[in-house]
Structure formats: C-alpha cells, structure tokens
DNA sequence: TATTTTACTGTATATAATTACAGTATATGT
DNA sequence: ACATATACTGTAATTATATACAGTAAAATA
C-alpha cells in the first residue's frame, strides 16, 4: 500500500477502524471528526484520493458506500472451470468469499459439480476449501488436473503409478499414464455447504 | 427472546446479505426494494421487531445503522449437549465462532456426533449451522430434542404422525408418539468440515 | 519556475435516510 | 372476547449524507 500520504494513511485506517467496530464505513462527518478536520470536504477529498490511488472504491450517491479494495478481492469461488484455462482465471471466478471460517489456509473455494465423491460427504454444489500445491500424500483429496478437465478426487499412489479415485460406486478409477497430461492443483482442506 | 416469523428472517437475511456483498448493512428503501415492499415503514416496523426479538441492534439516527448480534458476540459452537441441559447453556458451548459463511442466519453451530446422517452428506465431527425454530417443513434437516437427547434427523410429518428420519441404513427411524417428550431445537441451514 | 498534488476551511444544496404518525387487515395469544 | 403482534400501505417531517463549488496555502514534482 505504498504511495500514500500519511494523511491518507490516517482516512484509510479510521474507513478499517469503522468497518472493525461498527460493522460499517464512516460517513465523511464522521471522519472529519474523529481526524479533528473543520471541513467536511477534508475527508471527501481524501476518500478521492483513496479511490484514485485504488485503495478504496466509493458507491456513489450511497450513504456510507466506502468498500476496501482488500476487503473486495477475498477468497475466490471457483465455479465451473473453462477446459484448458487456468483455474483462478477472471473468467471462472463466481464470486468472492469474505470470510475463511476453516482454520486451514484457503488458496480458493470451488463449487463442486456432480456426484463423484459423495462418499466422502462432499456433494454437487459444495463449496471445497483449496489449499495450492504441486504434491499430494497419498489418500488426500486433491483437486487435479487431466488433460483439459479439472477434477475433485482421492489421490492414491503405489507401484504400480498414479490413479485418481471416485467415492462413488457408479464412478470408476482413473489410472493415469505417460501419455496423460495431468497435474495436481491443489488439495482440499475443508469444505462449506451453503444449502442442505 | 428467538423465534423469528417467516418474514423477519427474510428481513434479516437481506440484512447480512447486504452486509456479505456491500460490505455495510442496507437502509429500509433497499430493505423495501428487495422485498417489494410499497412502504419503507414495512422494514422500519420488521427492523423493531428484529429489535425486540434482541437479534439485531439500531444505532438511532445513522445511516446504516444495523448491527447483528451474533457478529457482536460470536456464533456460539455447541459441542457435546449434556443430557436435559438447555441447547445452549454455557457448559455445551465449546468455543464462539467469529464468522459465518452461510449466507443464511445461524443461531449456534452444532458439533455433529456420530454417522447418522453420511448419506446427507453429514460427517461425524462436521459443524452444523443451526436455525433456532419450533416447527420445521416436512424433509427439513432438525435439531430435535427426544426426552434427554438431542438429535440431528430428517423431520417427516403424514397422516401416521412425526417421523424422525437417520440416513443411514444401519440406523432406525423414530416414531414419535404421544409419551413422547418432543420438540423441535431448530433447523439445519449448511455445514461447515473443518477436516477432510 | 510552473504545475500539480496535498491538505485543508467554508458554504451550499440536492438527495438519501431515519423515523414518527395514521391507517387497514389478519393472525395469535390470553 | 379482547389485547397484542404481525404485516403491511401511505404521507410527511426532520435529519443525515454526499458532493459540488470557491477559496487559501504549503509541499512535491516536472
């Protein structure tokens, strides 16, 4: 957060310190006066600078509507995946989620599709708590990567190689090989249903 | 102090919301935009009643001025339920949580025990975000209390009376009848695994 | 040196927002 | 049966709030 004036500073810490303890953002009155300022435009004028130095976004014509840009990017909620892109493109991004409540650290969340591992308890709409990592231990939940196709699944490795496991009996075994193009992008930490 | 009407949880719903993807609470015009309601005084007058009921507090004259509860004082998270006690007496509340990621209200979370319910998805050890209610739909997940015990179950109701559903085929249902000492804690609205 | 940015005061105004009051109607509790 | 709670519509007044405009002055930047 370099670039910005120690006044700047101040505005941007009393917009945290409101958001902290009230549970919303500062009027530019309210900020005028704890900062001691006599002119209301004081702090609209530093809010300006705020949102032009991109630290702040204003909601405009909207009482109290000041959100953090660090508040705005949280954790992304991977929806479904395009084949082939990147799984944290822009464009697989659902939304955003605010609040991390599994005591793991979260890399993103990913809204599971389908019924493939429903034995494990994780069903079609979960969300799953991904932590980024190239490696897996065997028997952990990974979200892997085969050819163009982005899958939840248990990882198992033995002699004889690499295979990815349903948790369910309608789903089979996938046995990866040489000419597979497979990569691990993570492992599932915790999860979150929004519905039941 | 609980039991919200079917209206004020839609009310307080558009509260937390707004408060998830605004980042501040809503003033009673958005409250009325959302619900369609005609009159802003329809919010003002659920705002009191959330007021009254003690599960949101004003802040007179500010703009925005809406609180949770529950943000103010923690989810509690109840762990084992002592047999008789009141759900959430102090000695079943194992820790508070601090952030809710269910969009919907939650009185407590509730530390599941046991396989019960696998075939919901519901794992033991699994943290359930519960509802306080007195009655639920029929197919609704219920916190019910049977005598002494406390039980997550699926709530059926037919012509034969209250069924409470285990799914899982090494369970039995139960048949409540008239010696029974029944009643309904609440209602099950997500699930949180903070181990996979 | 000229120009822009920072950092304000002070005034003003349109609109955003809270909140009281007056009703109507149905439901629920006592 | 009667009081109270729920669930609104509709009007209106006061206050809260955002935000533009007109300045002043010092500091940073080109």
Redesign the pocket.
């Known amino acids: 957060m370099l670039n910005l004036?120690?006044?700047?500073i101040k505005v941007f810490d009393v917009i945290k310190e409101s958001l902290q303890s009230n549970g919303y953002p500062p009027?530019?009155?309210?900020i005028?006066k704890i900062?001691?300022?006599?002119?209301?435009?004081?702090?609209?004028?530093?809010i300006k600078?705020l949102v032009?130095k991109g630290v702040i976004r204003?909601v405009?014509?909207?009482?109290?509507?000041?959100k953090l840009v660090e508040e705005i990017s949280g954790i992304p909620l991977i929806g479904s995946v395009a084949a082939g892109s990147p799984i944290m493109a822009f464009e697989n991004v659902e939304k955003n989620i605010h609040s991390n409540p599994l005591n793991k650290s979260v890399d993103f969340f990913l809204r599971v599709q389908g019924e493939s591992m429903i034995d494990a308890g994780i069903l079609n709409n979960d969300l799953v708590g991904v932590r980024k990592t190239k490696n897996a231990e065997n028997g952990e939940i990974v979200v892997a990567r085969l050819d163009d196709e982005v899958t939840l699944k248990r990882f198992k490795k033995d002699s004889s190689g690499i295979r990815l496991l349903a948790e369910n009996e309608s789903f089979s075994d996938i046995k990866i090989d040489e000419t597979s193009n497979f990569s691990i992008e993570g492992k599932a930490v915790g999860i979150i249903r929004e519905a039941l």
């Open positions: 004036t120690a006044q700047q009027t530019r009155a309210e005028a900062l001691d300022f006599k002119s209301v435009n004081a702090a609209e004028s530093h600078a032009k204003k405009p014509g909207s009482s109290r509507g000041i």
